[in-house]
């Protein structure tokens, strides 16, 4: 983790900032995150407990400091909240994701699965692909593997049959 901090700090130099630290909290906070995706307010909740005078207003500015240098990326899934997504070292394309409309898990793919389409957008359209937000929505394996069980139980026959 402290090799990212370093890489994130000299980040935020060579566009003038420095990592103060509330935003080295703020930081350290999305990186133990790495898998979910934070609202403002569960950042900032989490970050009082490492920094207990830090404000809301403070984590506001910084995740909106850390979107404009692409450290995070800002996504909303529907439900009007703008969640902060921790962007992976290296991907020149924001990852997908798979939400589940029955528990509402949020699984994440890394693979970018969209050259073919990002090719036939340039050409057709002449347009130059820089990102994408992708999210399917669906029901993920946990919930299909739930039903599967349950079918059985009704069926009257045991789980490991
Ligand atoms: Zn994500
Ligand atoms: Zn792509
Ligand atoms: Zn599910």
Not at 34 to 46: F, I, K, N, R
Not at 94 to 121: K, P, R
Request: glycine share 4%.
């Amino acid at each position: 983790m402290e090799g990212r901090i370093d890489r994130i700090k000299k980040q935020l130099h060579a566009s003038s900032y420095k990592l103060t630290p509330q935003r080295e909290a703020t930081v350290r906070v999305l990186l133990e995150h790495e898998q979910d995706h934070l609202s403002a307010e569960d950042v900032y909740l989490l970050v009082k407990d490492k920094a207990p005078e830090i404000g809301l207003a403070t984590v506001y500015r910084t995740l909106e400091l850390l979107t404009e240098l692409k450290v995070v990326d800002k996504i909303n899934f529907g439900d009007g909240v703008s969640r902060y997504d921790l962007r992976k070292e290296g991907a020149a394309h924001f990852h997908h994701h798979l939400v589940c409309m029955e528990c509402g898990a949020v699984d994440e793919i890394q693979e970018d699965l969209l050259e073919e389409v990002e090719t036939v957008v340039e050409k057709r359209w002449n347009f130059l692909v820089k990102d994408h937000r992708l999210t399917f929505h669906g029901i993920c394996w946990r919930c299909s593997d739930n039903r599967a069980e349950e079918s059985i139980d009704h069926k009257g026959n045991s789980k490991d049959s």
